[in-house]
């Protein structure tokens, strides 16, 4: 009986062992798709550097007039040159480096100065992120505590940490909206990137846009040319000797999400 017993009990065992695993489960499925996704969109390579021109549209604290057709100059996370005309005649200079802001006014001949988080630059061009931010290449860091839903505007990740929702375009893989929220679910900042075109093998949008309600901010700008990984040897203000050096207006206090 003893035998028969444990011979039972490995037949049990055995059939028990044999069984197929569960299927995942809504939780295990959400997961895998979110990872999926990461990987699609961390898949296009970020560049070292950018060259640019377009037509710049800029309504904020720094600068609210006409169109400008704007350069830009751009190393990774070190310094980022703008050059502005207007009717076909330089305007100014903007550079921004890791720690302050110039702003060159040529018709002037005033050197406006102050350090590069300054509340007036919009978060567009914030220099730990202006790559990114410039050539839509945003994208989620952890995925912890996002959730992915499916619109008739694409796939949407919703970072419920940074309070960001994500909107993605799945036939480039590519970020086309991305919006900060407050605690209380108003908008802070708003980045758009629209017109996907091939650069090689990459895509990138011919026009951003950011917006900032708070701060009454919108910027739009417009490639016409665009080129990366160019070397940049030097970004210069090429300033006369008589340029009058004046700080720029206080801050006022300022939310920027991104």
Not at 124 to 150: C, F
Request: hydrophobic share 40%; with cysteine; glycine share 4%.
């Amino acid at each position: 009986m003893r035998v028969f017993a444990l011979f039972t009990a490995l037949m049990i065992a055995g059939c028990a062992s044999s069984r197929p695993s569960p299927p995942p489960t809504d939780r295990e499925n959400t997961v895998l798709e979110i990872s999926s996704v990461m990987d699609s969109i961390w898949a296009h390579p970020l560049p070292t550097s950018v060259r640019a021109n377009g037509n710049l549209s800029m309504k904020t604290p720094l600068y609210s007039g006409p169109t400008m057709n704007t350069e830009i100059s751009h190393r990774k996370a070190d310094s980022l040159l703008m050059v502005f005309r207007l009717f076909g005649v330089e305007a100014g200079r903007m550079l921004i480096t890791q720690d302050s802001i110039f702003l060159y006014d040529r018709f002037r001949k005033t050197l406006n100065t102050g350090s590069s988080n300054h509340a007036y630059l919009p978060a567009l061009l914030s220099i730990d992120h202006a790559m990114e931010q410039m050539l839509g290449l945003v994208r989620p860091v952890d995925q912890t505590g996002l959730q992915l839903k499916t619109t008739h505007s694409g796939l949407i990740l919703e970072d419920s940490l940074l309070l960001r929702t994500y909107t993605i375009d799945p036939e480039y893989w590519r970020i086309i909206h991305m919006a900060q929220m407050d605690t209380s679910g108003t908008l802070i900042d708003a980045l758009y990137f629209n017109d996907f075109f091939s650069l090689g093998e990459s895509y990138f949008p011919r026009q951003v846009i950011y917006r900032n309600p708070n701060q009454k901010m919108n910027v739009i700008m417009s490639y016409r040319f665009l080129s990366v990984n160019d070397p940049i040897t030097s970004m210069s203000l090429n300033l006369p000797a008589d340029v009058e050096r004046v700080p720029l207006p206080e801050e006022h206090s300022a939310q920027t999400g991104f």
